[in-house]
């Protein structure tokens, strides 16, 4: 295939790089509610088009936007003074052949279960306002979505997706602080709410793990217990940093706190949204699930957008399948950076252009990878439907 270009790429990796930065808004940062709701109606919406009409149809529920609600804290207990408002806007197909499909009940029934799921003490129905305006989608978008060239479909912009592999240890330890705190530490305390965002600084080998993590008031009772659930997340944090590396990791937890006057991070719903801290889909972590100055982005929202002929999604998502297995199969790849573009109206599985750059070990030579990078590729491209697959059903991470 012609678009697919390997080079060799003349740059210090990261892990060899003086400073490096990495950030993760966790699940229940306003942000990241906007993507899991974005991705929850856009999951399901395509399940209903599958079943009433044998085929996803034409939808993007990307613009999800959340504006904060009011809270009034209090050590035992406080309460919600004015809820959050949550916008469900984008586009969905709601005729099609002669059937009405009930879209706005779907986005809306996929939103509240999505908060119910992930966040235990945001009521959906009492926390929450929810305002669906879906839209119908354009008469030429809709046209390319339709027709489809061969067997793959036709994009519907011309964009790109950019992925790359390996994660750095800065990377996997900011991931998976996130991720263990949610699964893990929060299950144990319920104290612990699910807006916990975690920031990483390496500064040569030394790691510093910066966390702000939502306490839930109502299973606090004074400030000497905050302190010692505090104590008990930081050692925590500290046993699980080992896993992912060796170098020195000094961790801070809640830094905006003063103890003295007893002003601290509590909130009554285990979110920052409820007081203050707006939210959209796409201003969060990429497909990858974390934010990464030092390493190429694309600022596409890979949340919301339909799973079918939207490459603003499958790209993202392809260039990070194609490094992982470059990286993966190939020997003596130190980095691999991968980049897709498309033209609109074309099939996905014909990018105007797919470059993977490498970073080799010592000794090795990018020339002599060149086939087996090609081939990973091509074989992505020619099952290109499989990423689809996959998001509907749930088994690919979008944030």
């Not at 201003?283 to 603003?312: D, F, Q, W, Y």
Request: charged share 30%.
């Amino acid at each position: 295939m012609n678009s697919i270009i390997v080079e060799r790429l003349i740059h210090t990796p990261v892990e060899e790089q003086k400073v490096e930065i990495v950030e993760r808004k966790g699940i229940g940062h306003p942000d990241s509610i906007a993507d899991g709701i974005a991705e929850a109606m856009s999951r399901n919406l395509s399940r209903e088009y599958l079943k009433r009409c044998g085929a996803v149809l034409h939808h993007n529920t990307d613009e999800t936007q959340i504006v904060a609600g009011r809270a009034k804290t209090s050590f035992g207990g406080g309460e919600v003074i004015q809820p959050i408002y949550i916008l469900l806007v984008g586009r969905a197909t709601k005729h099609f052949d002669g059937i009405d499909i009930p879209a706005d009940r779907i986005a809306l029934k996929a939103a509240k279960k999505y908060v119910r799921d992930s966040m235990r003490y945001l009521d959906p129905e009492t926390d929450v306002v929810f305002d669906v305006k879906l839209g119908e989608g354009s008469t030429d978008l809709k046209d390319v979505f339709q027709r489809r060239g061969g067997k793959a479909p036709l994009a519907n912009d011309t964009s790109f997706g950019i992925g790359y592999a390996p994660l750095s240890e800065t990377e996997k330890l900011v991931l998976n602080v996130e991720q263990r705190i949610y699964s893990e530490f929060r299950k144990r305390e319920r104290a612990i709410g699910e807006d916990v965002k975690v920031m990483g600084l390496r500064e040569n080998d030394r790691i510093k793990i910066t966390v702000a993590c939502a306490f839930v008031d109502r299973h606090v009772a004074d400030i000497k217990e905050y302190q010692t659930i505090k104590d008990d997340l930081t050692a925590f944090i500290r046993e699980i940093s080992n896993e992912y590396t060796s170098r020195e990791v000094l961790i801070s937890v809640n830094t905006a706190d003063n103890i003295e006057n007893e002003m601290v991070y509590l909130t009554v719903t285990g979110t920052s949204a409820e007081n203050g801290d707006d939210g959209s889909v796409g201003r969060g972590n990429r497909c990858n699930g974390l934010i990464t100055p030092g390493r190429p982005m694309s600022m596409e929202a890979t949340s919301g957008k339909n799973p079918i002929n939207h490459v603003g999604k499958i790209y993202n998502l392809l260039a990070n399948q194609i490094a992982h297995d470059c990286h993966s199969v190939i020997d003596g790849v130190k980095e691999v950076y991968v980049r897709i573009l498309s033209q609109i109206g074309k099939p996905i599985d014909e990018p105007k252009a797919l470059s993977i750059q490498i970073v080799p070990e010592r000794g090795y030579e990018v020339e002599k990878m060149e086939l087996k990078a090609r081939t990973i590729a091509e074989e992505w491209l020619n099952d290109i439907t499989k990423i689809t697959d996959m998001v509907i059903s749930g088994e690919m991470s979008t944030f």
